[in-house]
């Protein structure tokens, strides 16, 4: 966490964003807004259940977006608490039409591939969320440096860098509430990598406002 509220200090400090616009020859910034659910906290063991993802450029106007709920190898390993953030249901994955992870992959692989540089990966938890992606692509032959740039953005690390410290039980609710920002639906059934993804971009555009984002 310390490593992440350093790297979000030195790149407000530095304006990076806003030096690298000024290059007439530099590629537009890209971001991607990332969420993942899983059956648990292990990504050696446990797996991506739904990937829901936003591009947005450096001025938060959104790109793009991709969804997908994916079919787990090992759906036995499901964590209960993890089931009850994510209803996760094989049967119900199926009658969604959820991906096998080869195939989530390739299509995630193939929207990537359209763009001219590779996105910033932002997310709630970076860690969490980077660590489970990059084994997905393991998996499946694929690098996940290869698809998002080095630098990976911690967004709780990026508010408590401009000095939003929730200090409540619940981080998340609590942190939402200092930037009025409605939370993340706690029902199992609507708690996916899209809601996920649309929590964070709103952060986000709260944090843009105060001046803390760019």
């Given at each position: 966490?310390q490593?992440?509220?350093?790297?979000?200090?030195?790149f407000?400090?530095n304006?990076?964003?806003?030096?690298?616009s000024?290059?007439?020859?530099?590629?537009?910034?890209i971001?991607?807004?990332?969420?993942?659910?899983?059956?648990g906290?292990?990504?050696?063991?446990?797996?991506?259940?739904?990937?829901?993802?936003?591009?947005i450029?450096?001025?938060?106007?959104?790109?793009?977006?991709?969804?997908?709920?994916?079919?787990?190898?090992?759906?036995?390993?499901?964590?209960?608490?993890?089931?009850?953030?994510?209803?996760?249901?094989?049967?119900a994955?199926?009658?969604?039409?959820?991906?096998?992870?080869?195939e989530?992959?390739?299509?995630?692989?193939?929207?990537?591939?359209k763009?001219?540089?590779?996105?910033?990966?932002?997310?709630f938890?970076?860690?969490f969320?980077?660590?489970?992606?990059?084994?997905?692509?393991?998996?499946?032959?694929?690098?996940?440096?290869?698809w998002?740039?080095?630098?990976?953005?911690d967004?709780?690390?990026?508010?408590m860098a401009?000095?939003?410290?929730p200090?409540?039980?619940?981080?998340?609710?609590?942190?939402?509430?200092?930037?009025?920002?409605?939370?993340?639906?706690?029902?199992?059934?609507?708690?996916?990598?899209e809601?996920?993804?649309?929590?964070?971009?709103?952060?986000?555009?709260?944090?843009?406002?105060?001046?803390?984002f760019?």
């Open positions: 966490m490593y992440f509220i350093f790297l979000t200090a030195l407000l400090s304006n990076l964003l806003s030096e690298a000024k290059e007439p020859t530099q590629l537009p910034v971001f991607a807004i990332v969420d993942v659910e899983t059956t906290l292990n990504p050696n063991y446990n797996e991506i259940i739904d990937i829901g993802l936003i591009l450029d450096k001025d938060l106007n959104e790109i793009a977006r991709f969804n997908s709920k994916v079919l787990p190898l090992y759906p036995q390993r499901i964590n209960s608490e993890a089931r009850k953030i994510n209803g996760f249901n094989l049967i994955w199926e009658k969604e039409n959820a991906l096998s992870g080869e989530a992959t390739k299509k995630l692989i193939t929207f990537l591939s763009l001219e540089r590779k996105p910033y990966f932002i997310a938890n970076s860690w969320d980077s660590a489970f992606l990059s084994n997905l692509f393991r998996k499946h032959d694929y690098r996940f440096d290869h998002f740039d080095y630098k990976v953005f967004i709780p690390s990026m508010a401009c000095g939003y410290f200090e409540g039980d619940n981080f998340n609710d609590d942190l939402a509430k200092l930037l009025n920002v409605t939370p993340e639906t706690k029902n199992p059934l609507l708690h996916t990598g809601s996920g993804v649309n929590y964070n971009y709103a952060i986000l555009k709260s944090l843009k406002k105060k001046e803390c760019f």
